[in-house]
């Protein structure tokens, strides 16, 4: 078995394509309050080929306006600002991973749309920032992402070492990479200049800290348990990690609530993927 060096790592890295111009825009939009729409149709003119998927995405049976929509102005106007900001982000960061195998990259960038949807559900039932929430829900697995598209040899050596080894996943990926997906995603949070709090939720609450995260990375951390396919039978509540749910102070109430809004968009996160 080969391990990466950190040359290796970097070489790998250079690979991933930048963000856009017209996606960090986009990105910082949604860590502002109340933008108009004539802000946001500026923003995404400057990228036609991104303004046209936009538009195919809005006119789509899921919107029910086949046909209807013909200008970002008229898609923020009809779907809302903020709708339209997370069909661009998803769209823009899908982009940078393109050049990655479909098999790998497919499944995890369906598991990050249902994450995102579920992670701003629940933003919103808590009176937190919806749009942050996707876009962190949407980021969390980013590191796993880009081992698939910039390292797929070692990805298959890591997944070789867990079977033989009867490992973990983070063990694994240890070994191969020497650091683990966490790790590597946030390097690529850094080098895109994404937000501090999205780094948090791609990082994980630490428990070790006497204060407690904040509340998007909880969010992200109970959207992502539940993107994760449970056993049949098992009920999905049983896999929250009780920390998050008792921080954002949930009740079962409240989280069956959130599993039926989740359900609801289930549709919109197969038109994303």
């Known amino acids: 078995m080969q391990v990466l060096t950190p040359g290796d790592i970097e070489r790998g890295l250079k690979r991933l394509p930048a963000l856009s111009t017209t996606v960090t825009q986009v990105l910082g939009l949604t860590q502002q309050q109340d933008v108009d729409i004539g802000k946001v149709s500026r923003v ?15 006119n789509s049976p899921f919107f029910g306006l086949a046909g209807q929509v013909t200008s970002i102005r008229q898609a923020c106007v009809v779907l809302g600002n903020n709708a339209v900001r997370n069909l661009a982000a998803a769209i823009g960061i899908r982009d940078c991973f393109s050049m990655g195998e479909a098999s790998r990259l497919g499944p995890l960038w369906r598991q990050a749309m249902e994450r995102a949807i579920a992670a701003q559900a629940l933003a919103q039932r808590c009176h937190r920032d919806g749009e942050t929430a996707f876009t962190a829900g949407m980021l969390h697995d980013l590191g796993t992402m880009v081992m698939a598209c910039c390292f797929s040899d070692a990805l298959q050596q890591v997944e070789a070492w867990q079977g033989l080894h009867h490992g973990t996943r983070q063990q694994a990926e240890q070994a191969v990479f020497g650091i683990d ?22 990082a994980g609450p630490d428990d070790t800290q006497e204060t407690a995260p904040d509340p998007i990375v909880d969010i992200v951390q109970l959207a992502a348990a539940l993107s994760t396919a449970p056993l049949p039978g098992e009920d999905p509540l049983q896999a929250l990690p009780g920390a998050s749910v008792h921080r954002l102070g949930l009740d079962a109430t409240a989280l069956r609530t959130w599993l039926a809004d989740v359900e609801a968009k289930r549709a919109l996160a197969e038109l994303l993927a």
């Open 181 to 202: 997906h966490r790790l590597l995603g946030l390097r690529v949070a850094q080098q895109w200049a994404l937000p501090a709090v999205i780094r948090q939720a791609i």
């Open 44 to 58: 995404l003119a400057q990228d036609p080929g991104l303004t046209a998927r936009i538009l195919r995405l809005a």
